[in-house]
C-alpha cells in the first residue's frame, strides 16, 4: 500500500519503494491529472543523492511520457526546495521530489507538490491514494527514458541559476560582504552544497565544507541536523574559529546550527531569532505560524509586537496554508523547516541558512547576544523531547489510551486546557505545554515538554513517558 505521511511517501528500499510502486504512483498521478484537467502545462522532477533516486526519476519520467504528459526533469541531484522553486516558477500543476528527507538510507520516497510549489494538501494526496488503489493491479505502459528525450517528451533542465538568484534577491548581499564572516558547512552527504557555498561565496564569506562527497549511506548517520548528528561540525567550528555552522538535512529542507561556540541552536530558537529580526531590525510586520510542538515563546514575541501566533497540526502544508490565509510573515517547527513570506511556500534550508547569514551580519551579534536580548525581553523557556519506538505490539495500544481512552497522569501543575487535534498536547496554567504526537515519517511517538525551567521540562517529560510505558 501507498500511503503518504505528513512528508510525502517514505518507504524502504526494496521493500515498499520499488520500481513498480513509482511507476503506480506515478500512473495515478497521470489519470488524477488528465482528469482534473491539470495536464497541459506537464509536470516538473527532481530527485536527491540517495539510493536510486536518479533511477526513480527517470521510471517516473517514463510514465509520464507514456501518458503524453509532458516531464522536466532537473539534470542534477537537487534541494527539494529548488525543486518545489521551479513548479513555482514554470507554473505547473505538480510537481515530484524523490527523496525520503531526513530518514535513514534505507528509505527513499516521494514528495508531491501543486500549483505555486506548495506541498501537497492532505486532500490531495488523500484523493491520489485513491488513484493509486483503482489502478494497482494494471499493466503500466512506459516510453524508454533515451526515447522519451529524443521524443520530446521529456526535457532535463537546470534551473539552479534561477533560484540562487532569487535567494541573493532575498538578502542584504552587501551588509553580508561587509561583515566578512568565516561559515562552515555541513552538507551530511546531501545536496545543498553547491547552492549554499555558491550564495555564501558570492557574498563573500570565508567557506569550508565538511561531509561533500555523494554518500548513499550518509557516512553512517541519520541525514537529520541535531546535536547528536553535528558533533564534527561543533568541533570543526570552534577548532577554525568560524562565526557560524550550517547543517542542512538530506534533501536541504531543513537546517541545523551550531553557534561560535560549538554549540548547537535548537530549532525552536533558531525560529525565534528569525521572526524577532524581521520585525525588529527589518521592520516587518506580520503573525507567525507553528506547528503545535514548537516554542510558544513565538506567541510571546508576536503578541509584544500586535501580531499573532497561528497554532497548526505537524505537516509543513498545514504550515504553508495558514501563512496564505493569514498574510503570516514566517512559519516553522521544532525539527528545524521554516519558510519565509515571498518566497517558495514550503520550507526551504538554503533560504533559511542565507536569512540566519545576514541576520549574523547586519546585527553585528553572536546568536547567543542576540537569543540573550530576546529572552532578557520575553523570558526563557526550556525543551525536553524523547522518542518512544513504535511497534506492532505496542503501537495500538498507545493510540488506544492516548486518543481513545484520552488517559494523562497526574501532572504536577495545573492543566489548563487537552487538545487532541494532532496527537495529544496539555496547554498548563503556566504557559507550558507536554505533547505526544505519532509520527507521520517515521515509526515514532514523538514527546516534547516546555517549560520555564529545564529542571520542570525535564520531570514532566519522564513522569509522562514513564506513564505511557507502565
Not at 548528528?229 to 570543526?236: E, G, I, M, Q, V
Not at 512559519?331 to 515571498?342: A, C, F, Q
Not at 525543551?383 to 492516548?402: C, S
Request: glycine share 8%; aromatic share 10%; net charge negative.
Amino acid at each position: 500500500m501507498i500511503r503518504f505521511g505528513t512528508g510525502g511517501w517514505r518507504a524502504i528500499i526494496a521493500d515498499e519503494f520499488t520500481k513498480a510502486n513509482v511507476q503506480l504512483l506515478t500512473y495515478a498521478l497521470c489519470h488524477m491529472m488528465q482528469e482534473e484537467e491539470k495536464a497541459e502545462n506537464g509536470v516538473c522532477i527532481g530527485y536527491d543523492r540517495r539510493f536510486l533516486s536518479k533511477e526513480a526519476a527517470r521510471w517516473a519520467a517514463e510514465v509520464f511520457a507514456a501518458q503524453g504528459i509532458f516531464c522536466r526533469v532537473i539534470d542534477r541531484e537537487a534541494p527539494t526546495p529548488l525543486i518545489m522553486f521551479t513548479v513555482k516558477q514554470l507554473k505547473t500543476e505538480y510537481g515530484m521530489a524523490i527523496t525520503a528527507s531526513h530518514n535513514p538510507a534505507v528509505y527513499n520516497g516521494v514528495k508531491l507538490f501543486t500549483s505555486g510549489g506548495r506541498d501537497a494538501s492532505e486532500a490531495v494526496t488523500k484523493k491520489l491514494e485513491g488513484y493509486i488503489d483503482r489502478f494497482e493491479k494494471e499493466s503500466i505502459p512506459v516510453t524508454e527514458y533515451g526515447e522519451a528525450v529524443e521524443k520530446g517528451l521529456v526535457k532535463e533542465i537546470n534551473p539552479l541559476n534561477d533560484y540562487i538568484d532569487s535567494i541573493l534577491a532575498h538578502v542584504d548581499t552587501e551588509a553580508i560582504k561587509k561583515a566578512r564572516l568565516k561559515i562552515a558547512l555541513d552538507p551530511m552527504y546531501g545536496v545543498s552544497q553547491t547552492s549554499l557555498r555558491t550564495i555564501l561565496l558570492t557574498t563573500r564569506c570565508e567557506v569550508d565544507v565538511i561531509h561533500e562527497r555523494h554518500d548513499t549511506l550518509f557516512g553512517g548517520r541519520l541525514p537529520a541536523p541535531n546535536p547528536d548528528t553535528l558533533n564534527s561540525l561543533s568541533d570543526f567550528v570552534v577548532e577554525n574559529k568560524c562565526d557560524l555552522g550550517i547543517a542542512t538535512d538530506g534533501d536541504a529542507d531543513r537546517i541545523g546550527v551550531i553557534d561560535d561556540a560549538g554549540a548547537f541552536v535548537h530549532p525552536n530558537k533558531l525560529l525565534v531569532l528569525l521572526y524577532y529580526y524581521l520585525l525588529q531590525y527589518r521592520g516587518w510586520h506580520g503573525p507567525v505560524v507553528r506547528n503545535n510542538s514548537t516554542t510558544h515563546l513565538l506567541d510571546r514575541v508576536a503578541r509584544a509586537f500586535g501580531e499573532i501566533c497561528y497554532e497548526v497540526p505537524v505537516g509543513f502544508k498545514h504550515i504553508s496554508s495558514k501563512m496564505e490565509e493569514t498574510g503570516a510573515i514566517i512559519g516553522g517547527e521544532s525539527s528545524g523547516g521554516l519558510t519565509v513570506r515571498g518566497h517558495i511556500r514550503g520550507k526551504d534550508g538554503i533560504y533559511a541558512a542565507a536569512l540566519l547569514v545576514e541576520m549574523t551580519a547586519k546585527t553585528g551579534k553572536r546568536l547567543s547576544d542576540l537569543y540573550f536580548e530576546i529572552t532578557k525581553r520575553f523570558g526563557e523557556v526550556y525543551t525536553a523531547e524523547a522518542d518512544i519506538a513504535l511497534t506492532r505490539g505496542n503501537k495500538q495500544p498507545l493510540m488506544d489510551r492516548l486518543l481513545l481512552d484520552k488517559q494523562l497522569p497526574e501532572f504536577p501543575f495545573k492543566i489548563e486546557r487537552v487538545s487532541y487535534l494532532d496527537g495529544c498536547k496539555v496547554y498548563f496554567e503556566n504557559g507550558g505545554f507536554m505533547v505526544a504526537r505519532f509520527s507521520g515519517t517515521e515509526p515514532l511517538l514523538r514527546l516534547c515538554c516546555e517549560m520555564g525551567t529545564q529542571a520542570d521540562a525535564d520531570m514532566c517529560l519522564r513522569l509522562f513517558e514513564g506513564f505511557l510505558q507502565s
